[in-house]
């Protein structure tokens, strides 16, 4: 409202107007000093755990534009404590990784749309988990919902997808998982620049009676969902999607259910959204026997980043052997490896024109001695190397950028910068100004890692006198990471 008003003492046009538009963005309390802010959206996620091994829990979503206040949207609590005989809190709050409430919360997938003008959400149990599942909270009504940025305008969309998004057991842990959980699916919604569709992968009733996953389209203003491909149900599974441009979807496939939940990506299809043109990539292989673990954002018609696991094996902080990831750029045919730092966490970025941010513990210039888990930046030629974060947390052991235990250094999560600012947006547990000594938190940046900023101030893990346990936290984590592009010239 400030702002608003503001502006609307301006002139009426030309330069001095534009003059005092900036002006009174500078004095406003909605400008974010350092890097701007668009639209951030977060869920407040909190459990506690008594004395007497029982849990309570709530969740509230909240829409954040600039500096602005956070704005409610919708609040979950559990109506009674419950027994909690995995210690499902406990664990929770030892990992000190809020994207973990999606093991057991109800708020799921989550995404800003790219104008920033409103959120899209996930309200369900039925991809929690079966250990967890029963003991969720119980949402009002499951769905698909979405929100215009100022927090009004709350509308359902259609029902909640029923593809998992997290695989808990033994065979994520032989994956390198977090706690036994690996994410299977991505976690935010894939949306097409012009912010008016969104493309999820959900089951689909066959003639025989069988579900078969299948790639959808969700129009944001009309609801209407469309089916795009019509796999059979013993056919390829259809996941993790993303838009190559407004028309073209991009999606992985396994080759059975079995495999989706055990083993790595297999097939990359493009299809059209009007489902033709179906057509299997060439499968890359950067070097013989390397593995893709996991794809950066379409930068452009013909630039993608990919993180590699290579075939050269190193000791992790247990003393096993572990493969090599690196960082790779593939323009057409072409791919060039672009880190070189013989490490096994080097991962999860994004990619904005010709540079690429990402995670790594590696120390290229002695500046990271500890070997923690920083913030890191390269261009698609591999040169321009920067680290932009300097954390540091000696009073634990440095595992690197892994979340697997608790008690260990602090690590970085969920890596995004926005295509129209340039302001990089990221969770830690990391706690460079003395204010996040035991959670996880959001902060922002400019490009170069200057302007550093704690966005966030959730209390984290709390022990009490009598042995009960509170934390919380932030996650499930949207920003706007997409853009239109600008017209040619």
């Given at each position: ?97 809020g ?22 959400f996930e ?143 297999d ?12 057509e ?15 794809q ?36 057409d ?6 880190t ?65 235990f ?15 600012t340039?302001?990089v ?6 706690d ?18 200057s ?39």
């Open positions: 409202m400030q702002l608003a008003e503001c502006k609307r003492t301006c002139p009426g046009g030309g330069q001095a107007r534009r003059d005092c538009r900036e002006a009174c963005a500078e004095r406003s309390t909605c400008t974010a000093p350092g890097a701007r802010i668009r639209t951030l959206a977060y869920v407040v996620t909190e459990c506690t755990a008594d004395p007497q091994g029982r849990t309570s829990a709530k969740q509230k979503l909240v829409v954040r534009r600039g500096n602005c206040d956070p704005v409610p949207v919708m609040e979950l609590r559990s109506s009674a404590p419950v027994p909690d005989p995995t210690g499902g809190c406990r664990l929770y709050a030892a990992t000190r990784y994207p973990g409430s999606l093991w057991g919360f109800p708020f799921q997938r989550m995404a800003v749309l790219p104008d920033a003008s409103g959120v899209v309200l369900s149990k039925q991809t929690i988990p079966p250990p967890f599942r029963d003991r969720a909270i119980e949402p009002p009504e499951e769905g698909i919902f979405f929100v215009r940025a100022n927090g009004k305008g709350l509308r359902r969309l259609g029902d909640a997808s029923r593809f998992p998004l997290v695989a808990f057991g033994a065979s994520a842990v032989q994956l390198g998982s977090i706690a036994g959980f690996r994410n299977v699916e991505r976690v935010d919604y894939p949306i097409t620049t012009d912010s008016r569709t969104l493309a999820l992968t959900d089951y689909v009733r066959g003639p025989d009676g069988q579900d078969a996953p299948q790639l959808f389209t969700l129009d944001i203003g009309t609801r209407v969902r469309t089916q795009v491909t019509h796999f059979p149900p013993s056919g390829p599974v259809p996941f993790r999607p993303d838009f190559a441009d407004d028309r073209t979807i991009l999606f992985h496939t396994a080759l059975s259910r079995d495999r989706l939940e055990t083993g790595p990506l097939v990359t299809y493009r299809i059209k959204t009007n489902g033709t043109g179906l299997m990539l060439p499968t890359l292989e950067p070097v013989p026997g390397a593995h893709v673990v996991e950066f954002h379409i930068a452009g018609r013909s630039t993608n980043a990919l993180i590699v696991f290579l075939p050269e094996t190193v000791l992790d902080f247990l003393g096993r052997e572990v493969p090599v990831a690196e960082l790779f750029v593939v323009e045919k072409r791919a060039l490896q672009v070189h730092f013989h490490r096994p966490d080097t991962t999860t970025g994004t990619l904005r024109g010709r540079h690429l941010f990402f995670r790594a513990s590696a120390n290229p210039f002695g500046t990271n001695p500890g070997e923690n888990c920083q913030v890191f930046s390269v261009n698609t030629l591999g040169g321009d190397l920067r680290q932009l974060t300097r954390f540091r947390d000696d009073a634990r052991p440095s595992v690197g950028c892994n979340w697997d608790g008690g260990v250094a602090c690590a970085i999560e969920g890596i995004v910068l926005d295509q129209v340039g302001t947006i990221f969770g830690s547990s990391c460079p100004f003395g204010m996040n000594p035991y959670g996880f938190q959001l902060f922002s940046m400019r490009p170069d890692g302007g550093l900023r704690q966005l966030t101030a959730t209390r984290g893990r709390v022990i009490e006198p009598d042995g009960a346990v509170s934390f919380q936290t932030v996650g499930p984590i949207a920003y706007p990471a997409r853009a239109r592009p600008e017209p040619r010239r």
